[in-house]
C-alpha cells in the first residue's frame, strides 16, 4: 500500500466569477494565463486585485483561472487579522457562513458579502490514488512531515475526483511551522 505523496504550499489567492472578473477589469474581460498550476486546468493568471476589510488592505493578491461560479478568496490565519476578519477553516466552495470582503481591480470594485475563507488542509487524488493508499473520498486522514521540523497534520480531507494528480495542499503557514517546501514527500498515516 503506497504511503508517500507531494506536498504543495498555498499562498493567499482568490478565483473569480465571471461576474466579478467583468466589474474589476472590464466588461468581456479575460483572465491571462501566466503559468500552468499542478492541478489539470488550474493557472496562475497576471491579474491581482486588492482585498481591503475592516482592519487592513492586502495588496496585489494574485487570481487563479479559470473563472467559477461563484468567488472564493482563500487567506491565512494572519491574513484575517490584518483585514480584521474571522473567515472558517472550510473546503473549497463551502462558503456559506463566510465573510466577505471589498475586492479593488484596475476597472471596478466587488463588494462581496462573503467567500472568504481559510482552506482545509486537503489531498487531490485520482481513484487510482485512493485505491493505492486505501482512502475513499470524504476521508478523513493524518500526514506526517519528516525533518527537523517533523509534525502530524490531523483532520487533512481526501478529495478524489478522475482529473486530480496527487498533491497535499496546506497552506503557507502550516509548511512553514513544518519547515517544509513545495513537493517535498510527506507520510499518510490515517
Do not use: W
Not at 22 to 29: A, I, R, V
Not at 108 to 117: M, P, R, S, Y
Not at 147 to 158: P, T, W
Amino acid at each position: 500500500m503506497k504511503t508517500k505523496l507531494p506536498i504543495a504550499l498555498s499562498n493567499r489567492h482568490l478565483h473569480l466569477s465571471t461576474k466579478d472578473i467583468h466589474t474589476l477589469y472590464g466588461e468581456g474581460y479575460r483572465l491571462t494565463p501566466m503559468k500552468d498550476l499542478s492541478q489539470p486546468g488550474q493557472f496562475a493568471c497576471e491579474e491581482k486585485v486588492d482585498l481591503v476589510g475592516p482592519r487592513g488592505t492586502i495588496k496585489g493578491v494574485r487570481v487563479l483561472g479559470p473563472a467559477r461560479k461563484e468567488t472564493q478568496i482563500e487567506i491565512s490565519l494572519t491574513d484575517c487579522f490584518t483585514l480584521g476578519v474571522k473567515a472558517p477553516i472550510a473546503d473549497s466552495g463551502m462558503l456559506e457562513g463566510s465573510p466577505g470582503v471589498k475586492l479593488v481591480g484596475p476597472a471596478g470594485e466587488v463588494n462581496l458579502e462573503k467567500g472568504l475563507i481559510v482552506a482545509a488542509r486537503h489531498i487531490h487524488m485520482s481513484p487510482d490514488d485512493a485505491e493505492e493508499f486505501g482512502v475513499a473520498d470524504k476521508d478523513i486522514v493524518k500526514i506526517r512531515t519528516f525533518g527537523e521540523r517533523a509534525l502530524v497534520f490531523e483532520n487533512v480531507l481526501v478529495r478524489v475526483n478522475k482529473d486530480y494528480r496527487l498533491e497535499m495542499h496546506i497552506d503557507i503557514e502550516e509548511g512553514n511551522a513544518a519547515a517544509l517546501t513545495n513537493y517535498e514527500l510527506v507520510e499518510l498515516i490515517k
